[in-house]
């Protein structure tokens, strides 16, 4: 039983527009879902992923509207770590972001490209050097070979990252691959953690941070990993339906919040794919309010309704 590495990302935004604007249009990633927090349906929880919402390229959003920005420190992931094609795809990003005004980090011979988001989360771009199928949405901008493939890991802050990796190494099937670091690796998928010195000053979830990590795993195997955490004592949420995935929540040992996430059914279970992305799509139990909820949710317009024209 092995996790496939990260299904999703689920990160803070205080301005759902701005966040939709930099996700889609700045990155190319395409909205695959516009729902609601199932915890609170009165907000949005923007999905953006590859073309077709598959797990591995899924990084969501729960809005909190002028939520203050957040920063990060022990016990939370600092970064996120995307997959590109080659060096040129590097090349590529680095010219892209710059011509749109965001700033940029190259470290000469890094081989990865830095930016923040418009709140402060930061990322990375790195080569594939995987073999692991890429990931990529579609953009009238950005070649099908330089687009981003999906993530590759994400770096955590942690006082004492040896308590997590006992955790990831006995519990989740890890393998340590660095000096702090983690990959968890199926037989389709593989994605790692690694951890960084915290900071003395206290993080605070807030807008541009990260909210939980989901690794993957499949239908079959979702119910056998809840078992193995009851039979090692870890406490978990147990199991939660998120109708496009199900859910197993837990904090590892630094404070990080883990979640394992199955790979059915996915986002076709309300639209065509074609159609993703564009309408706000509700779970079952909250579809009779639909009117209400609308009715209190930023106005979001389709990142794609221009496409036509321009092309
Ligand atoms: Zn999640």
């Known amino acids: 039983m092995q996790l496939q590495g990260i299904h999703h990302i689920s990160a803070i935004t205080g301005d759902a527009q701005r966040n939709l604007d930099f996700y889609t249009r700045?990155?190319?990633?395409?909205l695959v879902a516009k729902t609601v927090n199932q915890d609170?349906?009165?907000?949005?929880?923007l999905f953006y992923a590859d073309e077709e919402g598959h797990a591995g390229s899924?990084?969501?959003?729960?809005?909190?509207?002028?939520?203050?920005?957040?920063?990060?420190g022990a016990g939370m992931v600092h970064r996120i770590v995307w997959r590109v094609g080659s060096s040129e795809a590097l090349d590529f990003w680095a010219e892209r972001l710059d011509l749109l005004e965001v700033p940029v980090t190259r470290e000469a011979g890094a081989g990865?490209?830095?930016?923040s988001d418009p709140e402060g989360l930061d990322h990375e771009l790195v080569v594939n050097t995987t073999g692991d199928a890429p990931l990529a949405a579609e953009h009238p901008e950005i070649p099908q070979a330089h687009a981003l493939q999906g993530f590759e890991g994400v770096r955590a802050y942690a006082h004492d990252p040896a308590q997590s990796g006992a955790l990831l190494e006995r519990i989740l099937g890890a393998e340590k691959t660095g000096e702090a670091t983690w990959t968890l690796r199926g037989d389709a998928r593989g994605g790692w953690i690694a951890y960084d010195p915290a900071p003395e000053e206290r993080g605070r979830q807030s807008?541009?941070?990260?909210?939980?990590?989901?690794?993957?795993?499949?239908?079959?195997e979702h119910p056998r990993w809840q078992e193995r955490f009851e039979e090692a004592g870890l406490p978990t949420s147990g199991i939660i339906d998120r109708t496009y995935f199900k859910s197993?929540?837990?904090?590892?040992p630094s404070g990080v919040l883990f979640e394992i996430a199955d790979d059915a059914p996915g986002f076709t279970i309300d639209s065509p794919v074609e159609e993703l992305g564009r309408k706000i799509i509700l779970p079952p139990q909250l579809e009779d309010r639909r009117e209400q909820l609308e009715a209190r949710l930023t106005p979001l317009a389709d990142p794609r309704a221009g496409w036509a024209a321009k092309a």
């Open 26 to 30: 700045v990155l190319g990633l395409r």
């Open 40 to 45: 609170d349906p009165s907000v949005y929880h």
């Open 58 to 72: 899924e990084m969501t959003f729960f809005e909190y509207p002028h939520a203050i920005p957040g920063r990060p």
């Open 112 to 115: 990865s490209v830095r930016f």
């Open 207 to 220: 807008g541009g941070s990260v909210h939980h990590v989901a690794w993957g795993t499949n239908v079959a």
């Open 248 to 252: 197993i929540y837990f904090r590892e």
